[in-house]
């Protein structure tokens, strides 16, 4: 029983920290600008209204075309868009579903970096936790989530940092 109460401490932590780290931005109402964000708000809102149309993928960027080009939909990964999709079809504000798309984006990767650590530090759940919170809070991640708003790379990083903890221990 106290294995699963330290658990579920732990996805609490996580989820506080993810909701921190978007707080002072939604109190504000505002998406700021950076270096890629208008090329990434397209991909999620060409996601947001071809599934309010009653499909689930675009490929050929219906809805943006025409302000950023059909590249929208090509050479990125998309399904992990439906999550933004989803979220903005329930909460419908475009900023709150944007910032709530962050919100998953960072729990979700405090959750892979805990794995990935928690197997690096041979079961050690502090010493997990205390990674995932670093590398998810780090400067890098803060930068491509807001400097650069590079969602697709922001979500790539979930998962590469799992299979880089997973390599270096199997050549330890």
């Known amino acids: 029983m106290k294995k699963y ?12 920290i993810s909701y921190l780290y ?7 109402g505002l998406i700021y600008v950076s270096s890629d964000r208008i090329f990434h708000l397209e991909r999620l809102e060409e996601v947001y209204r ?7 993928l675009s490929y050929i960027s219906t809805y943006s075309a025409a302000r950023v080009g059909i590249a929208t939909g090509q050479g ?32 979700l990767g ?36 807001y400097g650069r708003a590079d969602i697709g790379e922001a979500w790539a ?4 940092t799992a299979s880089t903890n997973w390599i270096l221990l199997d050549n330890c």
């Open 5 to 16: 109460i330290q658990y579920v401490g732990i996805i609490g932590l996580f989820t506080l």
């Open 22 to 28: 978007v707080w002072s931005f939604v109190r504000t």
């Open 50 to 56: 071809t599934m309010k149309s009653g499909h689930l």
């Open 76 to 107: 990125y990964p998309s399904v992990n868009l439906i999550i933004y999709g989803l979220i903005r079809l329930i909460l419908v504000k475009p900023v709150v579903s944007y910032y709530s798309y962050i919100i998953v984006e960072q729990f």
């Open 110 to 145: 405090l959750i892979v970096a805990f794995y990935a650590g928690w197997i690096f530090f041979k079961g050690s759940k502090k010493s997990a936790s205390i990674f995932a919170v670093i590398l998810r809070t780090s400067a890098y991640v803060m930068h491509n989530d």
């Open 157 to 160: 990083l979930n998962f590469c």
